[in-house]
Each structure stands twice: as C-alpha cells, then as structure tokens.
C-alpha cells in the first residue's frame, strides 16, 4: 500500500499539483489544530508561498493568535507531517 501512496506522492509533485494538494488539507485541518473556541472566531482561507492567511473575527482574537502562532505552525505541520506553513498572517 505504501507503494502507491509513494507513486501517487510521485505523480503530484510532477503534475505541480502536490503542494495544493497539502494547502488544502492544512484549511481542513485548522478546526481540529486550534480546536473548537478558536474555530469559531476564525476561518483559514488560503495558503500561498508558505503563508497562510487566517481571518479573525475580532482584534482581541487577533492578538491572542499572536502569542499562540509558533505553537500552531507546529501543530499543522506536524500534523500534515511536512513543513507547509511557515508563517501565519491573521487578518
């Protein structure tokens, strides 16, 4: 089985097709990283050269990520096993 799953690793990066393959599982992971609070009062719309934009709904929110972004940047790639987020910008 890890036989395809490396081809099809394989097949992506050729088709330039695999980091937007990755982009779009670190948005789906963004609930269940930063858990339910948090999910509430932010929505991950897009990642682009590492960076990925969050909206936040409010200031304060906005701060308290701040404190909190080393620690989530670690989370998502550790749980996409791969170094995809470098930075996170919340807007």
Same mark, same amino acid.
Do not use: C
């Given at each position: 089985?890890?036989?395809?799953?490396?081809?099809?690793?394989?097949?992506? !990066?050729?088709?330039?097709?695999?980091?937007?393959?990755?982009?779009?599982?670190?948005?789906?992971?963004?609930?269940?990283?930063?858990?339910?609070?948090?999910?509430?009062?932010?929505?991950?719309?897009?990642?682009?050269?590492?960076?990925?934009?969050?909206?936040?709904?409010?200031?304060?929110?906005?701060?308290?990520?701040?404190?909190?972004?080393?620690?989530?940047?670690?989370?998502?790639?550790?749980?996409? !096993?791969?170094?995809?987020?470098?930075?996170?910008?919340?807007?």
């Amino acid at each position: 089985m890890k036989h395809i799953a490396k081809s099809l690793k394989e097949s992506l !990066k050729k088709a330039g097709l695999y980091q937007g393959v990755k982009s779009i599982k670190i948005l789906e992971l963004w609930p269940k990283v930063v858990g339910e609070k948090i999910a509430n009062k932010t929505e991950a719309n897009y990642i682009n050269n590492g960076t990925l934009f969050v909206e936040v709904s409010n200031s304060t929110w906005r701060q308290e990520l701040q404190f909190q972004k080393k620690d989530i940047i670690e989370k998502l790639n550790k749980e996409i !096993k791969e170094k995809i987020v470098k930075e996170i910008k919340f807007k």
